[in-house]
T-cell receptor
Framework: DAGITQSPRYKITETGRQVTLMCHQT?????MFWYRQDLGHGLRLIYY???????DKGEVPDGYVVSRSKTENFPLTLESATRSQTSVYFC????????????FGPGTRLTVL | GDSVTQMEGPVTLSEEAFLTINCTYT??????LFWYVQYPGEGLQLLLK?????DKGSNKGFEATYRKETTSFHLEKGSVQVSDSAVYFC???????????????FGKGTKLSVIP
């Protein structure tokens, strides 16, 4: 199906474990983004990517790593999960700089015990 | 830096009531403005947008007008339905801020509940 998908939709892990959240889009959008959503904070940008092999930090990058070897995939890795990383994570994509609407995936709810 | 302030929720309305959710912003450049909606258990969907002053975005009975003089983009709907129950986010994209043009800055969200 066309669109933007995230997996898993739900994940429970323990403190200190490595976790990777997957994001896949079928539109060939250049730009991709990772946000986290927390009560009282709205959505905050973690990392973004302007194209394959080009990534940059957002507002809250600490504790996260991203890669983008292919245009359609943008995985987010928590190298050593902490409880403060319990959140809902959203991936988004956008066509180009002049098209500033972003399209969001359904989200991954991550719980770190 | 850029920021978006929207009214705190939750907001509870009866069906067919008038809705206003206030949103104001600060930006270094000339931003585009958006309202996104998040239904329970889902991701965000674009509801409407406006890219320049005095533009009115509209969709599904919702409207918002880009007011540069008051730096506002208030969301309105004349008659809400139970199906409008969701969280609404105001956001801006500041095209003149270099790297910031790649991202959206969101308000904290306003939860709307519409009761029959």
């Amino acid at each position: 199906d066309a669109g933007i998908t995230q997996s898993p939709r739900y994940k429970i892990t323990e403190t200190g474990r490595q976790v990777t959240l997957m994001c896949h889009q079928t539109w060939s959008h250049s730009y991709m983004f990772w946000y986290r959503q927390d009560l009282g904070h709205g959505l905050r940008l973690i990392y973004y990517s302007a194209a394959a092999d080009i990534t940059d930090k957002g507002e809250v990058p600490d504790g996260y790593v991203v890669s983008r070897s292919k245009t359609e995939n943008f995985p987010l890795t928590l190298e050593s999960a902490t409880r403060s990383q319990t959140s809902v994570y959203f991936c988004a994509s956008r066509l180009a700089v002049t098209y500033n609407e972003q399209f969001f995936g359904p989200g991954t709810r991550l719980t770190v015990l | 830096g850029d920021s978006v302030t929207q009214m705190e929720g939750p907001v509870t309305l009866s069906e067919e009531a008038f809705l206003t959710i206030n949103c104001t912003y600060t930006a270094t450049g000339y931003p585009s403005l958006f309202w996104y909606v998040q239904y329970p258990g889902e991701g965000l969907q674009l509801l409407l947008k406006a890219t320049k002053a005095d533009d009115k975005g509209s969709n599904k009975g919702f409207e918002a007008t880009y007011r540069k003089e008051t730096t506002s983009f208030h969301l309105e709907k004349g008659s809400v339905q139970v199906s409008d129950s969701a969280v609404y986010f105001c956001a801006l994209s500041d095209g003149d801020s270099g790297a910031g043009s790649y991202q959206l800055t969101f308000g904290k969200g306003t939860k709307l509940s519409v009761i029959p």
